[in-house]
């Protein structure tokens, strides 16, 4: 037998699970907020700061239920059960998308919120399950960096699909194919069951922990109560109903957190406490990093130079991966704040015209009647992100194996804190953009994007596997799941928090200023991590399992 020991068995479909997971998942992403705004081809005809709001709270909510979802688990349904349960809930609410109307359009939103608490937490704690054993702990965050580099997998292939499928056929097809993807990561966790049936043993709970009735209760019930109250408030605190709603209904999954550290046992409030300092500074994090279906998204549809080069040309139009948009000069348009309202020569404003928000900035008396342009869709510039994780996940995991190998690996809280002031960078690479292109006077080209997202993609690395490791190895174990909740709750406040943000864009006449403020976030966020650095590298060195 070889000494140099592999990877536990369930790994692979694990693996495959996530990436089909996340398939379906970032297919769907990839074209909400287009789905969401657009006026001509189906889409629901938002305005783009009701579609940001609905776009921050959805992701918010899919990472507010996992803490429900992990601790069903942890108490009453097991993981794996969980997991099926979620991915088939995911599923059906990506293919309900297809289903015309409002009322299919939310039902199918729930659907996906419940079903990814169910799921979000659980694998990731089966995964940290199976390197509990000894001779796997050294190779945990390596576990974690490879199934991070599946969910990216399916990240990145998925808008192929669903630029071809929305410019072929239409928005709906795209969502289906978004379903299916998910009933095949079910379909992969099934048969890779007897590798992980093992590690998916009840916990024990403690004679003080609140049972699962007494949280839905004192917590969940409280929590819907202040954020039904919190839509119906007048005026708004954090800028809309939802958002109002959200953030205050969270306060008492918030307090219950909290509530962890002091009702602890004295050998446990160190590591809960630990994590729960690091969840609070990686809110910022998400806050800046999931504007890439935002912020991100509007820059590239149109600040972007997105013309197909003519050596693509042949392939990019057979494989239905561009969009051609037409100029017209029939009537005189005026574009708002964002981009979609068009004004006729009569004054009245009118819906349903073809001038293409694409030209914006664009020199219009020097375009001609019926001229068109062949742009690259959209959504697949949000592929270059996960392009990124694929491709350097190799090289983090050898670079930090080389350093585990000569003792010199930074622990997991100090590689967070790397993580928060990498991303940090990134927005630098946008304000260069915002200068070079006269502040949208002209397209910028696509590589300042490519750069920002190669950058931020770094950073990710360095935090968001390093965050799911770090929770599996700190967590007491009768509440794992719990934590990945905690984990997961975090993530949601910076989703939210992120949907406010994109809704401040168009105030922002200077677009330098809107991306310097998230670089401020961010350095903010790495000081107050390194302040708490050495206390949190003494906690993990004497508690890591």
């Known amino acids: 037998m070889s000494s140099k020991k592999s990877h536990p068995k369930g790994l692979p479909y694990l693996f495959f699970t996530e990436m089909w997971e996340r398939f379906g998942y970032y297919l769907m992403i990839g074209i909400f907020v287009l789905y969401m705004t657009d006026y001509e081809k189906g889409g629901l005809n938002l305005e783009r700061s009701q579609a940001s709001d609905i776009f921050g709270t959805f992701i918010a909510l899919n990472y507010l239920t996992p803490f429900i979802g992990g601790m ?17 809930l995911m599923g059906c609410g990506y293919i309900g998308l297809a289903v015309p109307g409002n009322t299919a359009f939310f039902i199918s939103l729930f659907l996906m919120v419940i079903g990814n608490g169910f799921f979000k937490p659980n694998i990731s704690t089966l995964l940290g399950n199976l390197y509990s ?8 965050d390596s576990g974690y960096s490879i199934f991070y580099m599946g969910i990216n997998i399916g990240a990145f292939i998925c808008n192929f699909f669903a630029a071809f499928l929305r410019n072929t056929y239409g928005w709906g097809e795209a969502f289906i194919a978004a379903g299916i993807g998910m009933f095949l990561g079910v379909a992969v966790f099934i048969i890779g069951n007897k590798h992980y049936a093992h590690v998916d043993v009840p916990k024990t709970q403690n004679k003080d922990e609140q049972s699962v009735f007494t ?12 954020g039904i109250a919190s839509w119906f408030i007048p005026g708004n605190i954090f800028g809309s109903d939802s958002s109002d709603a959200f953030l205050l209904g969270s306060i008492p999954v918030i307090a219950f957190y909290a509530s962890l550290y002091f009702k602890a046992k004295e050998d446990e409030k160190r590591p809960i ?8 500074v990686v809110v910022v994090f998400w806050a800046v ?22 050596v693509a040309l042949k392939v990019t139009d057979a494989l239905k991966l561009n969009e051609t948009v037409t100029y017209t000069k029939d009537t005189t348009y005026l574009l708002d704040a964002q981009f979609r309202k068009q004004k006729s020569a009569s004054g009245d404003f009118e819906k349903g015209l073809s001038f293409p928000a694409y030209y914006l900035n664009d020199d219009v008396s020097k375009l001609s009647e019926g001229s068109n342009k062949k742009l690259i869709s959209t959504e697949l510039f949000q592929s270059i992100n996960p392009f990124f994780v694929v491709t350097l996940t190799p090289l983090v995991v050898a670079f930090f194996s080389f350093l585990r190998s000569r003792s010199k690996e930074p622990t997991t809280p ?29 397209k910028a080209g696509a590589e300042w994007l490519i750069a920002s997202y190669g950058i931020v993609t770094v950073g990710e690395l360095l935090l968001s596997p390093m965050g799911l490791s770090l929770v599996s190895k700190l967590s007491p174990t009768h509440i794992t799941g719990l934590m990945m909740g905690g984990w997961s709750l975090a993530t949601s406040l910076g989703n939210k928090f992120s949907g406010i943000l994109a809704t401040l864009w168009d105030g922002y006449d200077n677009k330098a200023m809107y991306f310097l403020v998230n670089f401020v976030l961010l350095m903010l966020a790495t000081a107050a991590l390194a302040l708490m650095l050495k206390r949190l590298n003494k ?3 004497e508690y890591q399992a």
């Open 72 to 88: 069903l688990a942890d108490r009453l349904l097991g993981y794996r059960k969980s997991i099926i349960i979620g991915g088939l």
């Open 133 to 140: 054993a000894p001779e796997y702990k050294s190779m945990k």
């Open 215 to 226: 949280v839905l209760s004192k917590v969940m019930l409280p929590a819907i109560v202040i």
């Open 273 to 280: 406490g630990a994590l729960l300092s690091i969840f609070a």
């Open 289 to 310: 990093f999931k504007q890439n279906g935002t912020a991100l998204t509007t820059w590239a549809q149109y600040y972007t130079d997105r013309e197909t080069p003519e």
């Open 414 to 442: 100090a590689k967070i804190c790397l993580g928060l002031f990498v991303s940090g960078l990134s927005t630098l690479i946008m304000v260069g953009a915002v200068y070079y292109c006269g502040n949208g006077t002209e």
């Open 539 to 541: 906690i993990f060195k």
